[in-house]
């Protein structure tokens, strides 16, 4: 999780507020804000490292995990470590997905993934198109238009869209008041109040998904959009908003799934991640599916001494699963006796 930090936009802070993101044992500085910066979020990371005398050892690229004699062996590029217990906690953004459009390759602006954008500045006075309308792309156009460039979203489906705070409560605390009812009851008791707040948005061409956001959560493992700005503008004409990319032209223009072309000076993929553990974990097919993401997480995996952490895509917030989850891992490895060989 550091790492990704480490490496996200500049712009980026919370979506979630710091009183339900906190990991075990050690809450967020008072001084920080509700939703702390991403700076903010290194140095707790960084603060709570030293609190507990964690010494994570860097620049270690894993080649392969497997189960051998009843240890687990990890070999990176230039070291083999062993232990009873293997705990996977490389989250959601380990692989950018990049997807491709015909004549792509003739398009005479950038394309780039949301993991390689730092700052809008390069981008001043450009049309910009960002595909996806996750909270990435939804935030990195905001940054966009800070910044001076002419951004617009390319939206491929329907959407669901969320206040960060609803009547000055965060978003995610409402989440967790609702979360032992059933997904399509806290939809139906929250889908009044998300008109009020959020209007018709169809107007400007953002199409509403069938099922409510935590619905959407719990069925496709997919969080909302968590507003913090991007609807403003998009009211506001600030940010356009386009169909799905059918191709790209000999032109090097952008034409969309309505038909419709435009040119545009930059393309960024803000498409996602995949976890793809399966591109280093061997011999344990039970525990992931085809894609490379866990089956498992909080609970040991099928297979013994096998654990993941942070692959739970919850309405509750996933930093708050998170510290959750280690809390079980961390009393199911104590309880099991098995102890680590480093």
């Not at 939703?35 to 860097?58: D, G, K």
């Not at 998904?209 to 998009?234: E, S």
């Amino acid at each position: 999780m550091g790492v990704a930090w480490h490496r996200h936009y500049q712009r980026l802070h919370l979506h979630t507020d710091k009183k339900h993101s906190e990991l075990p044992f050690a809450p967020f500085p008072r001084e920080y804000p509700r939703y702390p910066s991403r700076l903010q979020m290194i140095s707790y990371l960084e603060a709570y490292a030293r609190r507990f005398h964690l010494e994570p050892r860097l620049g270690q690229r894993v080649v392969s995990a497997r189960q051998a004699d009843g240890l687990w062996e990890v070999q990176t590029q230039d070291t083999r470590y062993q232990a009873s217990n293997l705990v996977i906690a490389t989250g959601y953004s380990r692989e950018p997905l990049l997807p491709s459009w015909p004549g792509q390759d003739s398009f005479q602006g950038s394309i780039l993934h949301s993991s390689q954008y730092g700052n809008g500045e390069p981008f001043k006075g450009q049309k910009v198109l960002v595909v996806g309308f996750g909270n990435s792309g939804g935030e990195i156009a905001i940054d966009l238009w800070e910044h001076g460039a002419r951004p617009s979203l390319a939206v491929r489906g329907p959407v669901n869209v969320i206040p960060r705070d609803l009547f000055g409560i965060p978003i995610l605390a409402i989440g967790i008041l609702q979360s032992k009812l059933p997904p399509r009851w806290a939809d139906a008791l929250n889908a009044p109040l998300l008109r009020a707040v959020m209007g018709d948005l169809t107007r400007y061409g953002l199409r509403k998904l069938p099922q409510g956001p935590v619905t959407q959560i719990r069925r496709n493992a997919r969080i909302p959009l968590i507003d913090v700005g991007t609807i403003d503008l998009i009211k506001r004409g600030q940010i356009g908003v386009f169909p799905g990319i059918e191709r790209f032209t000999e032109g090097g223009a952008v034409q969309f799934t309505d038909g419709k072309q435009r040119e545009f000076g930059a393309v960024i993929l803000a498409t996602g991640y995949r976890p793809r553990v399966d591109a280093f974990l061997e011999g344990a097919p039970a525990a992931c599916d085809d894609s490379g993401t866990p089956l498992f997480s909080g609970p040991e995996s099928p297979v013994p001494g096998l654990y993941f952490c942070g692959f739970h895509v919850s309405p509750t917030g996933m930093l708050r699963e998170i510290a959750l989850e280690a809390r079980r891992i961390g009393a199911a490895i104590a309880q099991s006796g098995r102890r680590s060989h480093a």
